[in-house]
């Protein structure tokens, strides 16, 4: 047997050279030769050939070179040399043999656990991405002391080989380690600190919050929390480490406005501890100025709920003391959209692992705004976390999507950061016609003077001042200027309409009974993006009216049902300008684009499409089929300039089958021949078996002659315009270009610089 290892060893070691298989230097051969001992660590994926037989050779080839990497990255970081060799005899295995000063065998020990706590830490986010749960890894180590004799040399290697194995099969008892002695040491000597990282509404760059993120001391293999939190849930200390961490983000939490949210990581298993009691949070919020509205529980998605129907009573509990819940690392973990529905989350947060390559990845952007849809139904908001470009930042943007975190708009530091620079002069996608129009009024145009009280005000006060103004429905409840809170008059009288009210309030400050979390909106806020966040609150609250600040200071309110007036006149407006047919924006609309476009001072492209023989076809076959072509074509330039187009294309309908579209100059080509492409398919479905055979129709033209006619064709002509050309220079243009594009038979378009 030691023989055939021994074989097996140096046929591999015939190969060791191959820089697939081994860091850069000499031989494993040469290395054993040449050294007095060796640290050996060895490292081998749990279950890995039934795992490489569920998810396939690409699987197993990635996960193989995300450890070797993530191996090699741990040598270098608590090794401090790169004298290091990694290599493997067998698929999901990888040994390290460090030649450098002997250790005993608690420091291998220590030292092993550690990196396969990191390494499994590091694969973990796109593992569970990939197939829904994390890998383990098993760890073990030995000693290789060097002998004289060639073949004691390789006896001694190979059982040294084995004997890391072995460890590996053990059993671990992580208490005796010294790791275990020094997570206990930094637990309960208040070492660990909070960072806090801004989220961000996406809208407008307004910060909504931060998350909480808990930090060990530096220079320790704690500093990571994914180290730190591992460790605490194999020592059954969960429930203490984020009792600690918890502590520690409310204590720093610092100054901060009434509606800003801070996010607090939180376990499942945590919020049915029956240790776990909110009242101790709640004291401790009071002391330092927050309430539980101001909390946000962020409930991980990556840890299964064994009794969901106690932890889903658990969760409205708390709620129902006014905390808000948020769902982390939604689509990658154990919970589906059916649990994510029942639980109705105030946020869902979707895994850095979806906006990677959002900007062209089309699945990750359809995930993405169907979990904004989703949030938005359920009556929460969608937060994406990972952005660390401006192009992913704008990609999320003009998605819609609510809030952002990440990188680019501010890294984690232990004082709350403000954006970055970056972030701050980051340029917001073009904006389309509709945020132009009616739709686009901001709410500082119907806004409504309103009265305002200091948040020590007794609450007899306030309803002497209902009672003397007859016209006030509300009352904002400031803080130096600053809004902290709303009192409506109905809510008033609910608390004192009580058997004991007037007696109960009669000495109480004006908070006692006011909404500490009112709806609070910026001054250029849209009048449409108001009334979906008014109508998303609670039901009870969806009336209350909205109060509107600029730069923090109050301004005004506004009531909901004028909102809603304001946005059915619009809708009236809007459909004046449209057509009744395909539901497009008509002349009115075309004409704003193009003055909106003029404004930016950029080039842009208009295509103008027009149907060939389509007055035959409407003839022969009755006004009713020609509308189901003018629908067709419609839908069709909708999506092409949707699917081919710069992301904020303008379609329009002119008229009977005249149709128009604007977008960049570098996109007009792709979106002309996506089109033509597939209404050349597309127009035989509108015909007969036997016309749509024989390509032609019988009718009469224009001049009453009877004659045969091609098939429904559509010929499109593409203008380049610059920022100064007037309307009238434009629509010159354009007629001499069209009738070139007509000129040419079948599907087809033009480009002014004669180019097809």
Not at 205 to 213: C, P, Q, R, T, V
Request: with cysteine; aromatic share 8%.
């Amino acid at each position: 047997m030691l023989q055939l290892l021994k074989k097996k060893a140096e046929l591999f070691i015939e190969n060791s050279g191959n820089s697939a298989d081994c860091m850069e230097g000499p031989g494993i051969g040469s290395l054993i030769q040449n050294v007095g001992q060796l640290n050996i660590l060895y490292f081998a994926i749990q279950d890995f050939p039934t795992l490489s037989a569920m998810y396939g050779p690409e699987w197993a080839e990635k996960i193989e070179t995300d450890i070797r990497a993530a191996l090699s990255d741990e040598g270098e970081a608590n090794l401090s040399h790169n004298e290091f060799h990694i290599f493997s005899f067998n698929a999901g295995e990888f040994f390290l043999l460090d030649p450098s000063e002997k250790m005993d065998k608690l420091q291998l020990q220590e030292l092993a656990y550690q990196f396969k706590v990191n390494i499994e830490n590091k694969l973990k986010t796109d593992q569970i991405s990939r197939t829904g749960n994390s890998v383990t890894i098993n760890s073990g180590y030995s000693l290789f002391l060097a002998a004289h004799s060639t073949n004691k040399l390789w006896s001694g290697f190979l059982s040294a080989i084995g004997e890391a194995r072995l460890e590996a099969q053990k059993s671990l008892d992580i208490s005796n380690l010294e790791l275990s002695n020094e997570f206990c040491e930094i637990l309960t000597g208040g070492e660990i600190r909070c960072h806090y990282q801004p989220i961000v509404n996406l809208s407008d760059k307004s910060i909504h919050g931060w998350e909480a993120l808990a930090r060990g001391p530096l220079n320790s293999p704690f500093r990571s929390p994914l180290t730190l939190f591992d460790m605490a849930e194999k020592l059954g200390k969960l429930f203490q480490l984020e009792k600690v961490c918890r502590e520690s983000a409310i204590r720093n939490f610092g100054e901060h406005r009434p509606q800003h949210k801070l996010f607090l990581n939180i376990h499942p298993r945590t919020i049915v501890d029956p240790n776990f009691t909110t009242g101790q949070t709640k004291i401790l919020l009071e002391r330092f100025g927050l309430k539980p509205g101001n909390i946000v529980f962020e409930i991980t998605e990556r840890h299964s709920v064994k009794d969901f129907k106690t932890f889903r009573q658990t969760l409205d509990h708390y709620r129902n003391q006014g905390y808000m819940v948020a769902i982390d690392d939604a689509g990658t973990g154990y919970s589906g959209l059916t649990s994510i529905a029942e639980i109705k989350p105030d946020y869902i947060k979707m895994d850095k692992a979806f906006i990677k390559d959002i900007e062209i990845n089309q699945v990750n952007r359809a995930i993405i705004d169907t979990f904004t849809d989703f949030a938005e139904k359920i009556g929460g908001k969608l937060i994406v976390e990972g952005l660390e470009t401006q192009t992913q930042t704008l990609a999320a943007i003009d998605m819609g999507v609510h809030l952002g975190q990440g990188f680019f708009l501010a890294r984690p530091q232990k004082d709350k950061p403000e954006l970055t620079d970056a972030a701050m002069t980051l340029k917001m996608a073009t904006p389309s016609l509709y945020e132009n129009s009616v739709y686009g009024i901001p709410v500082k145009n119907l806004i409504n003077k309103v009265e305002s009280v200091e948040s020590d005000t007794p609450v007899p006060l306030v309803q002497e001042l209902f009672e003397e103004k007859n016209s006030i429905n509300c009352v904002v409840v400031v803080k130096n200027k600053i809004p902290c809170g709303l009192v409506m008059e109905y809510d008033l009288n609910k608390h004192l309409s009580g058997k004991y009210g007037v007696a109960l309030y009669s000495n109480k400050p004006i908070t006692s009974v006011m909404d500490d979390n009112p709806l609070i909106v910026d001054l250029e806020t849209t009048v449409e993006k108001v009334s979906q966040l008014a109508m998303a609150r609670n039901r009870k609250k969806a009336y209350d009216d909205v109060i509107i600040t600029w730069h923090g200071q109050l301004m005004g309110t506004i009531s909901v049902q004028r909102m809603l007036d304001t946005l059915a006149s619009a809708q009236v407006e809007m459909a004046k300008g449209t057509n009744p047919l395909t539901g497009l924006p008509g002349n009115l609309g075309i004409e704003k684009e193009i003055e909106r476009r003029m404004k930016t001072m950029e080039k842009y492209s208009i295509i103008y499409a027009d149907l060939d023989n389509f007055k035959v076809y409407n003839d022969t076959y009755g006004f009713k089929n020609g509308d189901k072509i003018l629908l067709q074509i419609s839908k069709l330039l909708t999506w092409a300039a949707k699917r081919h187009g710069a992301g904020n294309d303008f379609v329009g309908h002119i008229g009977g089958d005249d149709f128009v579209i604007v977008t960049t100059p570098e996109k007009a080509e792709r979106v002309c021949q996506g089109t033509t492409r597939c209404f050349k398919r597309l127009a035989k479905q509108n015909y007969n078996e036997n016309d749509a055979q024989n390509g032609w129709i019988e009718g009469k033209g224009r001049n009453g002659s009877v004659s045969r006619f091609p098939l429904v064709s559509v010929s499109m002509a593409i203008l380049d315009c610059e920022p100064e050309q007037t309307l009238m220079a434009i629509g010159e243009q354009a007629a001499s270009l069209k009738k070139w594009a007509k000129s040419i038979e079948g599907n087809c378009w033009v480009r002014e610089r004669r180019r097809r």
